[in-house]
């Protein structure tokens, strides 16, 4: 599946004023970096944005309960942290910032992966 490239242009061109927005393509899609912090996803033309327990209640009180799965091979399916990003976040580049900045800090909680020790 080819990642959305207008989709990751939009968000990059409404978050310029908090920072640099750069892409890794895995998983059929792309995660998305704010200067070095996973903060989103987009996979299938949508954006996923990173939630943690501390921001989980406002998606929810919001009513945004849509998370991201994954479906493997052996037809297991595991629920990703990732809320859908909500429609007007597609077209209002300040919306976009407000939900954005919840995946931001909950990016900057996350505990750092240690760097694999070299062989």
Known sequence: MAVDEGLVAWVTEAMEPLGTVTMRRMMGGAVLYLDGSVFALVHDGELWIK??????????????????????????????????????????????????GLGVAAGLRAPKKKPKKKA
């Open 51 to 100: 939630a943690d327990a501390e921001s989980n209640t406002i998606w929810d009180d919001a009513g945004h309960r849509d998370r991201f799965t994954v479906s493997f091979k052996d037809g297991t399916v595991d629920q990703m942290n990732y809320r859908r990003a909500p429609s007007d976040a597609y077209d209002d580049a300040d919306a976009l910032r407000e939900w954005a």
